[in-house]
């Protein structure tokens, strides 16, 4: 799934669309020349170092960060301008919508930020929950083609089944049909809420701590309303305390099952869980390790007992401690982990019967003030790699990473205060971090529904309503790599964490052809099977929230529609060869776009109709194949 040592420029420089002479790709100068005016960075391995390298033209490829970035976190007072704000609401939401654009762009930066962070605790669009929407023949009342009703528990095509359990052996349709409602409503909240922080924090802590949707279905009865449960709990928690969320976490029965210690018995303590949460969820292994095989073992000890009793009794399950369950020996922990303590070791004293309930918070307790700095700045690392960059310097985690760590701590571990500072800060607004990410599957997919007010909401009832997600949810599963709820493993997706090459990871000689033939698709229209509903992207409808002075002159027009599309303005030279081949059809003078507007304005015949739509298909199929759409 990776990708070769390329230069940004090279890598991407094969999926730009020419409609011209074709360049000679061994020029430095044949193309792209935005890449020459804003490669702050290149790609190649990472090179994680406690100094600063300034890198010669040889070895530029062998470094991420090229110059020395050395902006921190003190509140951003530079210029606020649509460009600063766009990079805004892509990294913190979804795409760029003009009515959400305008709103920030009327606030300080400050303020812009505070407004992001403003929003309601569950969704309100499309709906506060996801809905069964399988069809009639397919009810959630019945087992796969039996025919036999369950005990109890179905919902109505239409009905919220989240707090509704199948009590009895629960058939496979059910089980799967809510399993699939919950991943594509979640397209559908992304689509069409406000925007906010809240979906992509929620996204955040899901590819940071995942759950697998199938592999929990595969499992054990009732995933269904386990998994909106601890997607609810990501959401509703998203800029809480992370203390709390990660215990909350530790008994949720998504995690009590995904990662085994459901299984766990006081003879044979099963250490997935605590494995994970030492690496993967609190600590992480670079670049120290804090933590030994013996740690690992002891904390499985302290986990031990922690389950659900029935996943077949009503709504809500009931997770809590069995004694019988519990490991009961002292849980001895290395100095490595627990050092500060000024011990060899340190030990958790056995408790014995319903007190060994007690051990689950001393560990936690002992975990968050022994270990403070190490989970701190890895938590500060996920982030950074989550909103800002994958490439993390000395100068980073000096001026970044180290004060938002404090920062962290100094606030009881809450999370909000340090998101807040993070996309507050000049080095959020730094150049060097504009346009440098590449798009998730789902930034890119619902980046482009946003941007565009693409219309994907369907009156002809609930089960053509989830089939169009469904198609959005299918073509990134299928085709770029990404599905929700189905992380490869316990890790997430490599582009969030694998070293070197982070983003990268979505990218390769098929992912890049798919996204190419996706924009395509929604430029010619389609219906997603069963919807009954043509989607289409309508150009006419996009320039036609601008004014029309703007629109009249194809210069304005171009400056205006950059805005939306790309994280840094295009070279004046490019715009020109865009707008004479495009929207003036290989002509000179400018009136060749303004009369073919001009004239659908006043008579939008069909024939009006047509020549404007082509030189705006054109137009934007041109910018939307640019190499620097999948930048953000």
């Not at 979906?199 to 995942?210: A, D, G, L, N, V």
């Amino acid at each position: 799934m990776g990708t070769p040592t390329v230069s940004r420029r090279e890598f991407f420089r094969s999926l730009k669309i020419q409609k011209q002479q074709a360049p000679d790709l061994n020029s430095p100068d044949s193309d792209d020349p935005i890449f020459d005016k804003y490669s702050r960075k290149s790609l190649g391995p990472r090179v994680y170092s406690n100094a600063i390298v300034i890198p010669s033209e040889n070895d530029a490829a062998l470094l991420n960060r090229i110059g020395n970035i050395t902006s921190g976190i003190a509140p951003y007072a530079g210029a606020w301008t649509v460009w600063e704000a766009t990079h805004l609401l892509r990294r913190a939401s979804f795409g760029v919508k003009k009515a959400d654009l305008t709103a920030l762009l009327a606030m300080t930066p400050s303020a812009a930020v505070d407004s992001l962070f403003s929003f309601t605790a569950l969704p309100v669009s499309p709906s506060p929950t996801p809905l069964y929407f399988n069809t009639a023949s397919y009810p959630d009342t019945l087992g796969q083609g039996t025919g036999t009703p369950v005990i109890t528990g179905g919902v109505a095509q239409g009905a919220d089944w989240t707090t509704s359990n199948i009590i009895g052996y629960p058939p496979f349709g059910p089980a799967y049909s809510r399993r699939l409602s919950l991943a594509y409503w979640h397209w559908g909240v992304c689509i069409n809420e406000p925007a906010s922080i809240r979906e992509k924090m929620q996204q955040f802590w899901y590819h940071f701590i995942p759950v697998g949707f199938e592999s929990l279905e595969n499992s054990q009865n009732n995933s269904a309303t386990m998994l909106h449960d601890y997607m609810k709990l990501l959401r509703t928690n998203c800029l809480g305390n992370f203390k709390t969320l990660i215990k909350d976490i530790a008994k949720t029965p998504a995690m009590l099952v995904y990662l085994s210690n459901q299984n766990s018995t006081a003879s044979a303590p099963n250490e997935n869980f605590a494995r994970e949460l030492l690496e993967l969820f609190t600590m992480g292994k670079v670049p120290t390790q804090n933590y030994t095989e013996p740690d690992v073992i002891a904390a499985s000890k302290v986990f031990s007992g922690w389950r659900v009793p029935s996943f077949i009794s009503a709504y809500p399950f009931a997770p809590g401690f069995d004694s019988t369950r519990h490991n009961q020996t002292n849980k001895v922990f290395s100095s490595l982990l627990f050092g500060n303590l000024g011990n060899t070791n340190t030990t958790i004293a056995n408790q014995a019967g319903a007190a060994g309930a007690n051990e689950f918070n001393i560990f936690f307790d002992l975990l968050f003030t022994q270990q403070a700095t190490t989970i701190s700045r890895y938590i500060c690392r996920r982030l950074y790699r989550y909103f800002v960059y994958y490439d993390i310097d000395a100068n980073v985690e000096a001026n970044v990473i180290v004060p938002l760590a404090a920062l962290l701590v100094s606030n009881n571990w809450e999370m909000a205060p340090v998101v807040k500072a993070l996309f507050k800060s000049e080095h959020f607004f730094d150049v060097a971090n504009k346009g440098v990410m590449i798009k998730s599957p789902m930034d890119y997919i619902v980046g482009l529904i946003r941007t565009f007010n693409l219309n994907t909401t369907t009156a002809l009832g609930v089960d053509k309503q989830y089939f169009i997600w469904r198609y959005f949810h299918d073509y990134s599963d299928n085709n770029l790599g990404q599905e929700f709820g189905g992380p490869p493993n316990v890790a997430g997706w490599k582009a969030y964490y694998q070293e070197p090459t982070y983003y990268q990871n979505w990218i390769n000689s098929e992912t890049i052809q798919k996204r190419a033939s996706m924009l395509t698709t929604f430029m010619n229209g389609f219906t997603p099977s069963s919807s009954s509903t043509l989607i289409k992207l309508d150009f006419i409808a996009f320039i036609q929230q601008f004014p029309n002075a703007t629109i009249n002159d194809p210069n304005l027009l171009i400056d205006e529609v950059t805005k939306y599309l790309f994280c840094v303005d295009l070279p004046a030279a490019y715009k020109t060869q865009l707008k004479q081949q495009d929207l003036l059809t290989g002509q000179s003078s400018d009136i060749y776009w303004t009369q073919a507007w001009v004239n659908y304005l006043s008579s939008p015949t069909a024939t009006n109709t047509t020549v404007v739509v082509n030189k705006l298909k054109a137009f934007f199929t041109s910018l939307l194949q640019l190499a620097e759409y999948q930048l953000m």
